[in-house]
């Protein structure tokens, strides 16, 4: 019996139990989901989760919870935003830092690109910037610049897992204009097989905002470089180059072996420096 047909509320024990079954099958399951499914208040949902995550049965993240027994290979936005905080957040001021006035510019879907559209919101300076992106999360965000900036969302089918829009019907805007600059997020960047991505429908995307771009940046943490996944994005000579941070020095000497410009964001030092 589904949740939202009983007569009665269940008990905090049989809900609970109900809650990590779901979790357990759909891999990810969102805190306003339950709260809606269950007819309760999120404040009650989130003590269920902290319940369940205290006795190991599911992994608590930000805006829901995890399976611990499915692997997921892609992991949603939420999940994804609490990794690595700090490099994302190095990475977003150092990218939004080449970016001028009257810019016109390309913001990927992904946690990474949402700190450089942070970071954006903060040089009160620009103005007359235009973002082009396919990420709800990031049109969201820079809502609070316009009319200072002009924010243009893509067009597309919703992805949820990353609040992302896909083809069909993704490409229109992209095919029609020419940026000053693309960032452009991926989950692994390799000295041989290039720039790639986990998942197909966003990678066709990835390599379409790097062709309608002057200059194209790969924004990716230490936990990517080294990494290669099923979707290429683009061999690393597209790219005007990486700008990343808490990386393993071995993994950026290879790819600055490689002919990849590296700029380390939470480095004191201006090696790799666009």
């Keep these: 019996m589904n949740a939202k047909s009983a007569d009665q509320p269940l008990p905090g024990e049989r809900r609970r139990d109900r809650i990590a079954d779901l979790v357990g099958r759909r891999g990810f399951v969102r805190t306003a989901e339950l709260a809606r499914e269950f007819r309760l208040s999120e404040v009650t949902i989130r003590t269920d989760l902290e ?16 399976s611990v027994d499915r692997p997921v290979v892609e992991r ?28 016109c510019v390309v913001l990927d879907v992904g946690t990474t690109t949402t700190q450089i559209a942070l970071a954006l919101l903060e040089r009160h300076e620009l103005e007359g910037v235009v973002v082009v992106t396919n990420s709800l999360t ?16 893509s067009g597309g089918t919703l992805r949820p897992l990353q609040h992302s829009l896909v083809n ?6 992209f095919s029609a204009i020419t940026a ?11 000295p041989d097989h290039g720039v790639t991505n986990v998942n197909l429908p966003e990678t066709d995307l990835k390599r379409l905002m790097t062709t309608t771009s002057r200059r194209s940046y790969i924004v990716a943490d230490g936990s990517k470089l080294g990494e290669a996944h ?6 690393l000579d597209v790219f005007e180059g990486l700008v990343t941070a808490g990386a393993d020095e071995h993994r950026v000497t290879a790819l600055r072996a490689a002919g990849l410009t590296v700029v380390e964001a939470d480095r004191d030092d201006e090696r790799g420096r666009p």
């Design 51 to 66: 319940s369940l995550a205290a006795d190991g049965l599911v992994s608590r993240v930000h805006g829901g919870a995890l």
């Design 76 to 103: 949603p936005f939420e999940e994804e935003s609490a990794v690595g905080i700090d490099a994302k957040h190095a990475i977003g001021v150092r990218a939004a830092a080449l970016v001028r006035s009257g810019d």
């Design 138 to 153: 990031i049109a969201l965000a820079l809502e609070q610049a316009v009319p200072r900036f002009t924010v243009i969302v």
């Design 168 to 173: 069909p019907l993704a490409t229109t805007v």
């Design 180 to 190: 000053d600059i693309a960032f452009i997020g991926c989950t692994g960047v390799h």
């Design 230 to 235: 099923l979707g290429v994005i683009g061999p």
